[in-house]
Structures are given as structure tokens and as C-alpha cells.
């Protein structure tokens, strides 16, 4: 029996006629299999032109920004450090530095004593790493490692984590800066406290 040559052009376009009759929902699929898809759109430009801009980061605290206007930004209350601060400065980071016109000391709940130079690093409701801060307890100084408050503020409280204890006090006694006392007023001051808790117990 003779062959038939069939030509493959014909037989391609015969089967997608075949398979359309018997599956009519097949023709889309069939028509457009071979047809590229259209590239995305541009993005759209900005007014005049150009590209749109790229979202930004917060910009940084102003340059005339004390810092008791920075710390509320923090969740912090500003009299965490005293009114006496000559300068400081707040690294993209978080690292903070602030310098004082000499030793200090401040009464809240306890004796606070600050250096010269205080650091840590300043985030979202804590201020953590700290060197330079120290409280008075029954005669002994404690490093202060961190200063945290409750979340979301306003704070009620502020905990100071001196070694492996947390402290709580009022909010109320950071509400504003306070001013460094004589280092003689202090230490009378804190032995009278400090008998006057030995009579209580």
C-alpha cells in the first residue's frame, strides 16, 4: 500500500481544529498558547516627570532638641536625667552619651548618683547598657543597668534594674528634670534616711 506523506503544518493546525470541536473551552487556551505575555507596566512617575521617591526613614531629632524633649519620643518621662546636662549626643543606633559639669546628685525614691559622663542605649521605652548610674541603698552604692517604663505611656512606672533586682517607682517623680544637689546636703541627707529606715524595722 502507498504512503501518504502528511504535511506537519496541516496536521499541527488539523488537531488544534479537532481538539477545539470536542473542547470548545479549550479554544482560548489554544489561540493564545503561543502568544507572549505583555510585559508589566512602568511605574508611575512622579509630578514633572521624574521618578518617585523611595519612602524615607524618620528624620532625626532637630538640632536644638534638648534632651528631656527627646526622651517623652521614647516613651521615656524627661526627668530621667537631670537639668543640669551640658551636652549629649544620639547615634542612628540607638547609643547615647551625655555629659554632665561634674558629679551629681539627685533625689528620687532613692539617692541617685550620676557621672560626669553617662551612656547607654536608648530605645522604645528602655534605656539599656547604662554606665554611670548608681543608687543608694542602706549604705551601698548599686549600678543601674536600665531604665524601663510601662507600655504604651504614659508610664505609671519607672523600673530601674540594678544588678539582678528591679525597682519600682512613680512616674511622677521623673516628670521633670531635676537639679544636682551639694554632695555634702546628699550624703547628710541620706544617712538621716537611711537611720530613719533602721528605726522603722
Known sequence: MPSVAINPAWRSKHSRETCASLFPSLLPLLTNA???SPPP???PAAPGGAAAPAPESPPPPRG???LSEILPRYGLPPGVFPSSVTAFSLAANGSLAVDL???CYVHYEYLTYFDPRVTGVLRYGSLSDLSGVKVRRFLVWFDVVRVKVDL???PRFVYLD???ITRKLPADEFESP???EPSQKCRLSSALATAAAW???
Open 101 to 103: 559639669p561634674g558629679p
Open 178 to 180: 531635676h537639679e544636682c
Open 199 to 201: 528605726f522603722q524595722v
Open 41 to 43: 507596566p512602568p511605574p
Open 34 to 36: 503561543a502568544s507572549p
Open 152 to 154: 504604651p505611656p504614659p
Open 64 to 66: 536644638n532638641a534638648t
Open 162 to 164: 540594678i544588678g539582678w
